[in-house]
């Protein structure tokens, strides 16, 4: 069991952030001639479970992506059900919101306790689920060369992707996301990885929170170094309350245009936002191609927004490549906004078109048939 620390917050968070710094995995992508990561960056990663990139967007897109998320938080409900936001307009994408207590001390995806809440004027987004469709900006960071030669490096050529969201830890009140591991599938029986200490084998893939805001010990996400060779809910165990401060866990402090990519099986988990700074990270999900495709699990990411109801699910070839369709309109979508980007090359199959044009739009935000309607569970 983790060690719980009786240090004050203040100090907890203090050491928190000296321990961080010490690890060594953080500083700026680089890369080999071969374009694939530097080899002390891989291991790194895997050594610790995560690993901070620093500067990747710069501060146009940092912009951009913060004028688009404050946009769709203005038209955010005015409660889970409503229909129109604070301004009396229609919400545009209504049932991706996730509604978080004012009270802050509950996790995020408390379905039943959030929706007891009163929401008096002014909604409470704790996470916006599917951005890619709604941000034109946040499908472009999606296509940003160097976060894919990044990926490729992980998850190989074929990389595909997981699901894409935003968290949003409001200044004062964000709400916490409790200590887990996202992982279900890939364990040995005795809770071990399956993915070698190397990265080989089948992985859950990683996750990259794209920072638009500043990321503090207070308001970020936490990280216990190391725990992704582990299952803590093998033979009936079970994982930490977010009211334990873990004594070994570590904050991964993001500046606005740094991204921190997470091992799925890491414990990780954020406190309650007291702060006076709010926490907007755009969160891309990746996978191994083979590892998704096959693989029989539950599903909890295909819908509008996390939802009390899962699906058990065999990934086909099909629903895989249908999906990984959303990395070549990205990429295309970048070239059109940069065209003198030297842009990242996809690989790996795909099925449906590659262009981003009002065809493709309408296709993946078609009602019922939306590209996040094969988000990738492992
Ligand atoms: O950013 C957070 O607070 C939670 C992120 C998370 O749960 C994840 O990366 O799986």
């Given at each position: 069991m983790p060690k719980q620390t009786k240090n004050t917050s203040t100090d907890y968070y203090k050491e928190g952030r000296q321990r961080a710094l010490q690890l060594g995995n953080r500083g700026p992508m680089r890369f080999k001639e071969n374009g694939r990561l530097e080899d002390d960056i891989l291991s790194a990663y895997h050594q610790f479970g995560f690993y901070v990139f620093t500067g990747v967007l710069d501060q146009h897109e940092i912009d951009l992506l913060s004028k688009e998320f404050d946009e769709i938080l203005e038209n955010a409900p005015v409660s889970p059900d409503a229909t129109t936001d604070r301004h009396g307009r229609p919400v545009?994408?209504?049932?991706?919101y996730t509604l978080v207590p004012i009270q802050n001390e509950t996790n995020i995806f408390d379905k039943q306790a959030n929706e007891k809440l009163e929401f008096p004027d002014n909604p409470n987004v704790g996470l916006v689920s599917h951005p890619l469709m709604m941000m034109d900006s946040a499908l472009r960071a999606y296509g940003h060369p160097d976060i894919l030669r990044m990926v490729a490096s992980v998850n190989g050529d074929d990389f595909v992707p997981f699901h894409e969201a935003i968290f949003h830890k409001g200044a004062g009140h964000g709400a916490p996301t409790n200590?887990?591991?996202?992982?279900?599938?890939?364990?040995k029986a005795d809770g071990s990885a399956i993915e070698t200490a190397d990265g080989n084998g089948k992985t859950h893939g990683f996750n990259l929170?794209?920072?638009?805001?500043q990321c503090t010990p207070q308001n970020c996400l936490w990280v216990v170094p190391g725990s992704h060779k582990n299952w803590r809910l093998s033979n009936g165990g079970s994982f930490p309350s977010i009211s334990e401060r873990i004594a070994e866990a570590v904050p991964m402090m993001l500046e606005p245009g740094d991204c921190g990519m997470v091992n799925r099986s890491s414990l990780h988990g954020s406190y309650p936002n007291k702060s006076n700074e709010r926490r907007c990270t755009l969160l891309l999900g990746f996978h191994k191609r083979d590892s998704a495709i096959g693989t029989k699990t539950t599903n909890v990411h295909a819908f509008k927004s996390p939802s009390t109801t899962v699906k058990d699910v065999e990934y086909s070839e099909e629903y895989v490549l249908k999906r990984a369709r959303m990395i070549p309109l990205a990429i295309d979508a970048r070239k059109q906004k940069y065209p003198s980007e030297n842009a990242y090359e996809y690989t790996g199959s795909y099925i449906g078109g590659s262009k981003w044009n009002d065809a493709s739009r309408a296709e993946i935000s078609q009602n019922g048939d939306e590209y996040w309607q094969r988000d990738i569970t492992l």
């Open positions: 545009k994408f209504p049932g991706y200590w887990h591991q996202d992982g279900r599938t890939h364990w929170s794209v920072s638009f805001s």
